[in-house]
């Protein structure tokens, strides 16, 4: 449209814009303020803990591959791994006990799950590690007779590293046991019932129907519990199981550099952290992809014996 | 032998009483289909056949053996889950919602139950999967997920899947119900085929062309209990009762639909 005068015209003149004409960046102040401070307070915290003569790097960089700090590593994840093993095995047990129409395990599984949700962890850890106080030895025996099969020291029978491993594996059996029954709640009940009618036994269905179904909606929740129960194997040092940071403060209690042993715990934890984020991601892409893959998988039949 | 025989089948839901006492008989190759208004405990009955669903009182027997019950010492007996899961590899049962896994190609959704059941070779099972494949239509769709195929699809290898275990008997609950119009057609063609090669069917369905056309008997079931049981065209023309009356009335019938 030519731009012309209107005389009079109620709306006044119209300007002559060109067609190429392009709209204007705007200067977004509040971005760039914002980014200000966030850098300045950034650069304090590097300057106040770099040059800040109470800690010394030097010191952190020294003790980083300290055989001891590296062995409270190996214990950490030890514990951390087999933990996990451990309640992913209860997680489903206690899942199927929630899902059974047996009232009274219906009813056990929700009490755990209750109990173990209520009590901290830490509580737990002292509880389990202290448990020779309650029980000073665990005997088997026959029930309604004197007979005993079996009798031994608490303290033998239940080392300090295996109470931590319990107390995590009971603990997270039951946050697991809830992610478990929302993947498994999330395969349509039309799944089970064609498993079934085409002659699947119950196994058969759970195994090549529902938990394959479930997996990928179990993953992403599961995983950052499994990243919780790895941070939190830190609370066992206050049943003095060597692991991670407990080697961290007793090198600390001999050469009084506490802060400098609670970096190098901190940076083996980032990394460890940094480590299982990654498997993680991993395994959802995995499993997103997985559809894909199987749609143009080679043909590869059984064989049946 | 009679396939499949219902007798004096009694289910309730709470205080809902859903069958009262249904008896019916379906013959070897007899295809038989049930009609009825929704609610009216069609599919309830279908999923008597196969133990999906206990009956409350009286019993079904497939093949001559009590479904999900063996009877001893004048009384029925719960059979092992085992040997139910057995007895249900002999009647292939298709859903009015496909229900085909939607974690596995349409090949492993053929081959899961016949590799599970052990029934047959490696060799075998490929080529029955072949044949069946074949059979609805779909061989070029071997390798694709459930997810990537129409509604029709999803049903027809949702019956090649039913196929694979060889069964005697075939359920269908409501096959086309779920299927946008102009799929229902290409289904009905499987199903006919299959009445034509001698299969015994009991199908619940609303499509009373496809009961006009493939029935031998039509059972309307209406409030829990078979209230007629007649050749199709007797039944679809001239219903004996009110509420078949009323039933054809709502559909708006005549079975003028014809099915291809």
């Known amino acids: ?305 | 032998m009679t396939p499949l025989e219902f007798v004096n089948v009694h289910k309730s839901f709470g205080a809902h009483e859903v069958l009262r006492g249904v008896d019916l008989a379906v013959a070897e190759r007899e295809v038989v289909c049930v009609l009825g208004p929704s609610g009216s405990g069609k599919s309830t009955l279908l999923n008597t056949a196969n133990g999906l669903v206990d009956p409350d009182q009286g019993y079904v027997r497939l093949l001559g053996s009590v479904v999900g019950r063996r009877y001893a010492r004048g009384r029925l007996h719960r059979i092992p889950p085992s040997d139910l899961a057995r007895q249900r590899r002999d009647v292939g049962m298709v859903f009015q919602q496909f229900n085909l896994f939607p974690h596995l190609s349409v090949e492993d959704n053929l081959l899961l139950a016949p590799r599970m059941a052990k029934s047959g070779s490696a060799t075998a099972l490929r080529s029955r999967m072949e044949a069946l494949l074949d059979q609805v239509g779909l061989p070029e769709k071997r390798h694709a997920m459930p997810a990537t195929l129409s509604g029709g699809q999803q049903q027809r290898i949702a019956i090649a899947r039913a196929l694979m275990m060889q069964p005697k008997v075939m359920l269908f609950d409501e096959p086309t119900s779920a299927l946008d119009p102009e799929l229902v057609s290409e289904v009905l063609r499987v199903m006919k085929q299959l009445a034509a090669d001698g299969m015994t069917m009991l199908v619940v369905t609303h499509e009373l062309g496809f009961a006009r056309d493939v029935a031998d008997r039509v059972i309307f079931v209406d409030g829990g209990v078979v209230l007629e049981d007649a050749p199709p065209d007797r039944f679809l023309q001239a219903p004996q009762t009110e509420r078949g009356r009323a039933f054809l009335g709502h559909t708006g019938v005549s079975a003028s639909r014809t099915s291809p």
């Open chain 1, 1 to 305: 449209m030519t731009a012309t005068r209107t005389a009079g015209g109620t709306e006044g003149a119209e300007e002559v814009i060109p067609p190429s004409v392009q709209t204007a960046e705007k200067v977004r102040w509040g971005r760039w303020i914002a980014a200000a401070v966030v850098l300045v307070v950034l650069v304090q915290v590097v300057l106040a803990a770099a040059v800040n003569e109470n800690i010394e790097w030097s010191v952190v960089g020294d003790y980083l591959f300290d055989p001891q700090v590296l062995h409270g590593l190996q214990t950490t994840l030890l514990l951390a791994v087999s933990a996990e093993v451990i309640t992913i095995v209860l997680g489903l047990l206690l899942v199927y006990a929630r899902l059974s129409s047996n009232p009274l395990l219906r009813g056990f599984a929700g009490a755990y799950v209750w109990f173990f949700r209520s009590v901290p962890l830490i509580v737990q850890i002292l509880l389990l590690g202290n448990l020779a106080l309650f029980a000073p030895d665990v005997s088997v025996s026959i029930p309604f007779t004197s007979v005993v099969l079996f009798s031994q020291d608490t303290n033998d029978l239940i080392p300090a590293a295996t109470a931590a491993v319990l107390a995590l594996a009971l603990h997270d059996a039951a946050y697991n046991a809830e992610i478990f029954r929302s993947g498994i709640g999330s395969v349509p009940e039309g799944q089970r019932r064609a498993a079934s009618a085409l002659g699947l036994t119950w196994w058969q269905t759970q195994r090549k129907v529902v938990l394959p179904q479930a997996f990928p909606v179990i993953i992403p929740p599961a995983a950052s519990q499994f990243i919780t129960l790895l941070k939190s194997t830190a609370l066992v040092s206050v049943i003095a199981v060597p692991d991670l940071l407990t080697e961290a403060q007793t090198i600390s209690n001999r050469n009084a550099r506490v802060m400098e042993l609670l970096f190098v715990a901190t940076a083996w934890f980032m990394v460890m952290v940094a480590v299982a984020s990654l498997a993680v991601r991993w395994l959802e892409r995995r499993s997103a992809t997985r559809n894909r893959r199987l749609a143009t998988k080679p043909v590869e039949v059984v064989v049946q014996p």
